[in-house]
């Protein structure tokens, strides 16, 4: 049986705006990760600089900071077996040009620096990102979905 993971995903400005946290939402949930902490927020660029700490020293890192923090962020922790690995399915390639139809990004992005949402790329990353976001002292809810019975083969 897979470990359960936890995953952060992070609705972006662009996502917030457009009224795409419903859809985003909705796709996770459908998909069968369990939601455990959702926040509505303003980042400010002190914790928009620690998420984003890998690309500091690239061309881009600037424009990126600005734009989370230029608009509301819609934070969630998901949960589900190979959570990382779904969740990352489910939004679809960094470049929505090569994102496949069907995957958020795919489906509802245009460019590379106005794509949607924003995922964990590993376990490590996501324990880190759900640290610096929601953190140390987090409070998630811990419930069983109805279905989860029909999700898992054991």
């Not at 020293?57 to 949960?79: A, N, R, W």
Request: aromatic share 6%.
């Amino acid at each position: 049986m897979a470990e359960v993971q936890r995953e952060f995903v992070m609705i972006k400005p662009d996502g917030v705006v457009r009224g795409l946290v419903g859809e985003v939402i909705r796709r996770l949930e459908r998909k069968g990760l369990k939601i455990v902490a959702l926040e509505m927020r303003q980042l400010d660029r002190e914790t928009a600089e620690k998420l984003y700490e890998e690309h500091r020293d690239k061309p881009f890192f600037e424009d990126l900071i600005e734009y989370v923090t230029s608009g509301p962020v819609v934070v969630m922790i998901v949960e589900g077996r190979k959570a990382v690995k779904v969740v990352r399915n489910i939004i679809g390639a960094t470049d929505p040009a090569e994102a496949a139809p069907g995957t958020v990004r795919g489906d509802f992005a245009l460019d590379i620096g106005r794509n949607v949402v924003h995922a964990s790329d590993s376990p490590e990353s996501a324990e880190r990102e759900i640290e610096i976001v929601f953190g140390k002292d987090l409070s998630t809810i811990d419930y069983e979905r109805c279905d989860e019975e029909w999700l898992y083969e054991s």
